[in-house]
């Protein structure tokens, strides 16, 4: 229910200026300007409009954290009742500052204020609208609502979509739940729009369904056989396979892994579910325990398949204060009670607290790609992997060697007592797995 007093969005018109009235004139009634779900002008709406003026006007995009997740988890219902609540608590703030601003909708989670107004007063805007949003909870079905907004804007007369959604960019790299405003003449020269490029495409990938799974086997030294399968994250974009090297520290950076996570906990489940004699892992990184509803995810997909537990894996990316934290105890305590098992991901080289790791009662540790990957060429690194197989083995769980892309890799790891090998001497990734664990 709107509250006493709400203030609506004039969504037909913005007489900004004469000329910029006229360009806005009929962009309501353009069906394809129009996203159906908030009858707010969409993407296509904006770019019409900003093709037809050369007047100097302010772009702020909104980034919707959390969107995704609530119309994965819970349903597009909820995320859409989410936006729109949004929308209308939006106007109180920004009303004050600019009568005739036009909001739109330009992606499934992002918003986009369009203004005539200076940077100064922008910049007053988005601490108005940080502060209202970091206590704002929508409600739907009895369910509260709520998410992280990053904010980033550009003033300028030309390519203004453009340096806006860079300055997004960098917001999300820098201050996160925060607003990064600028304009010509005062943008940061290091802005790389690469980044800008890479994170549409994973967006992109995300929502039209394009980001896939890849599985690389793994073999258990002692018999030779193919124990399992990791699940690894690719991207196909206009015909062409992406490996996670080109998204995934963006993905990270950005606060976008978890959509990642999400989709290869889907994928995957609903896969092996079909294939009870194959057990497999799934990478998660720290930062993924930091959503709070990520184990309720994991939980709907497990009942939904009806997938055994005890055949999934999930590897932890090993990363710096990683294991001192108290969450990272919590969830792994939560996996284990359900059944899971642990690997911890690249050991041997990172932040390790081995307290903390022994009190977790980790499964497996996958020790670092770089000692294991030059062993056949630097001997010097033999006794050093020599060593962190036998903590491993002091701390109850099984070794297992990556980047193991030869036979005499392989035959020094057997040598040293390892556990299970991956890498190209095994098998390549592919995208279809093969049943049969010889």
Not at 180 to 203: C, H, K, M, P, Y
Not at 265 to 283: C, D, G, M, V, W
């Amino acid at each position: 229910m709107t509250p006493s007093g709400m203030i609506t969005i004039n969504h037909g018109r913005c007489p900004l200026s004469p000329e910029y009235e006229h360009c806005c004139i009929g962009v309501a009634e353009q069906a394809s300007t129009i996203d159906t779900r908030t009858n707010l002008p969409n993407l296509k709406g904006l770019m019409n409009i900003l093709s037809r003026t050369s007047e100097q006007l302010t772009l702020l995009i909104l980034k919707l954290d959390n969107v995704y997740n609530i119309k994965q988890f819970l349903g597009r219902s909820y995320s859409d009742a989410f936006i729109n609540n949004l929308l209308e608590v939006l106007p109180q703030i920004t009303l004050k500052y600019d009568h005739n601003l036009q909001f739109f909708r330009i992606a499934y989670d992002e918003l986009a204020i369009l203004t005539s107004i200076p940077l100064s007063e922008a910049e007053k805007l988005c601490s108005d609208v940080g502060t209202l949003t970091k206590h704002f909870v929508a409600q739907h079905n009895n369910i509260n609502l709520n998410s992280l907004i990053t904010i980033g804007g550009f003033r300028s007369t030309s390519n203004l979509l453009a340096k806006a959604e860079t300055t997004l960019v960098r917001a999300l790299f820098e201050q996160r739940g925060g607003w990064i405003l600028a304009q010509d003449g005062n943008e940061r020269s290091d802005l790389v729009r690469d980044n800008v490029e890479w994170l549409t495409i994973f967006s992109e990938a995300v929502e039209q369904e394009n980001l896939v799974a890849f599985y690389q086997p793994i073999a258990e030294i002692k018999t030779g056989k193919i124990a399992k399968y990791e699940c690894l994250a690719r991207i196909y974009h206009q015909g062409q396979l992406i490996t996670p090297d080109r998204f995934v520290e963006l993905a990270h950076a950005t606060g976008l892994s978890t959509f990642i996570t999400r989709t290869m906990i889907r994928r995957t489940y609903e896969l092996f579910a079909k294939h009870p004699q194959i057990e497999f892992s799934i990478n998660i990184s720290p930062s993924d325990f930091k959503d709070q509803t990520l184990l309720k995810f994991i939980d709907y997909w497990q009942q939904k398949v009806q997938l055994d537990p005890a055949r999934v894996t999930f590897e932890i990316l090993e990363a710096e204060n990683a294991y001192d934290c108290s969450w990272f105890r919590s969830i792994v305590r939560e996996l284990k009670a359900r059944g899971y098992m642990i690997a911890v991901d690249d050991f041997g080289t990172g932040y390790s607290n081995f307290v903390t790791l022994m009190e977790s009662n980790v499964d497996f540790f996958k020790i670092d790609g770089t000692l294991i990957k030059d062993l056949h060429t630097d001997p010097s690194k033999i006794p050093i992997v020599s060593s962190i197989a036998q903590i491993i083995k002091t701390l109850g769980a099984k070794s297992v060697a990556e980047y193991v892309s030869n036979q005499e890799i392989y035959d020094i790891i057997r040598q040293i007592g390892i556990d299970y090998a991956q890498g190209y001497a095994i098998g390549k990734p592919v995208e279809k797995i093969v049943e049969s664990h010889t």
